[in-house]
């Protein structure tokens, strides 16, 4: 039997959870707290939130991976304690780390280990070393897919195994931001802002404009390409079968600090793609459409990553996205009929046409995309409606007083 590559989505709120789980996601990593390589973002979730975040994951046979991976200090470790105690108890699958105080109590609780990415996982030696404490390890970004797959090689002919007494699995990043540094070991931020990279705080610094200027002579130089330090967003939808053909057993999607509509339009592609490795569908008609629709939301352009052995890296030329369409925020959820199955919002801002494309964005509804065929404004028939408005317009979908209504512009 063929074993079935692991799609593994972010989950930096409860929206995109949600969006996760829609989207056909096998497991999803989400953050508690502070001690975790996203904590700046403002949307974590806490230790009060994990027994609903596992209930629901069990409920859609979706797996759950709390990401413990920031550099950890003296005064940090009660901290982790409590929030491997807390994980262990709500049944999390496993925990992502890369500090061994945190491999260190995860093992003496008795709780799954994988390896962050920040361990920078470049040989056989360094997979055998962690096996005493891990199921599943990143490998480095850097690395080539015939460096991977000599690697997954490797842990077959030397029968590699981890706790649980099963093969090590390799898992590698297929899609999304990729950090200049090694590994995402970055002190750009620490230096110049005071905010570590490494725990979790980074201000993307190297994603702005730069010059360079001669010092001694006070001359600056003129550079072809001014985002000298901002990559392109990894893409590797359109060689899946050379992962497959790595051996590599899970894939993952960056974007804990993404959008709800982001992980849903990426892990469904992405899904699509897997799925069609495995009945024989895979192949490069379809590439453009995922392209295309992954196009559609944050990226800074696409490149290959250092899998292919193409280039040292490929550089973004523009500041921000380069999505070929963006939401804009124009109402909230006031109410739901659900036997005439009506949506009710109210307008906060801008206008909403019949014909426009919306989405729809709530904690527990996930993303809900659809188009607007006719609306009702106060009650009455409406070609559009603009702030202050009470509109109201069909949906098979049940909405709730928490989600937000998007317009879709086309860029």
Known sequence: MINKIELMAPAG??????AAIQAGADSIYFGLDSLNMRNSRGSNF??????????????????TYLTLNSV?????????????????????????????????????????????????????EAVEFYSAYADVMVMARELSLVQVGEIVNQIKEREITGPNGELVRVEVFGHGALCMSVSGKCYLSL?????????????????????VIDKEKDIQLEVDNEYIMSAKDLCTIDFLDKIQDAGISVL?????????????????????????????????????????????????????????????????????????????????????????QVAEFLMEQDELNVGDDIIIIGPTSGVIESKIESLRVNGNPAEKAIKGDKLTFSMDKKIRPSDKLYKIVYN
């Open 13 to 18: 709120s409860a929206e995109s959870m949600m």
């Open 46 to 63: 806490t230790t009060a939130d994990l027994p609903n975040i596992v209930k629901l994951c069990k409920e859609n046979n979706v797996k």
């Open 72 to 124: 950890i200090y003296d005064n940090d470790i009660n901290t982790v304690k409590t929030i491997l105690n807390a994980a262990k108890e709500n049944d999390v699958t496993a925990v992502i780390a890369s500090d061994h105080a945190v491999m260190n109590y995860a093992r003496k609780i008795g709780m799954r280990i994988h390896i962050s990415t920040q361990c920078n996982i470049s040989n056989i």
């Open 191 to 211: 230096d110049t802002y005071s905010t570590s990279a490494n725990r979790g705080s980074c201000v993307q610094n190297c994603r702005r404009k730069y010059i």
């Open 252 to 340: 993952k999607i960056e974007g804990r600090g993404r959008a709800a509509d982001y992980v849903l339009t990426v892990v469904r592609c992405y899904r699509e793609a897997i799925d069609s490795l495995y009945t024989n569908e895979y192949s490069p008609e379809k590439f453009e459409d995922w392209k295309a629709r992954l196009s559609t939301v944050f990226n800074r352009g696409f490149w290959d990553g250092y899998y292919l052995g193409k280039k040292m890296g490929e550089w973004s030329e523009v500041h921000g996205s380069r999505a070929t369409q963006t939401k804009v925020l124009i109402g909230k959820g006031t109410n739901y009929f659900g036997g005439a």
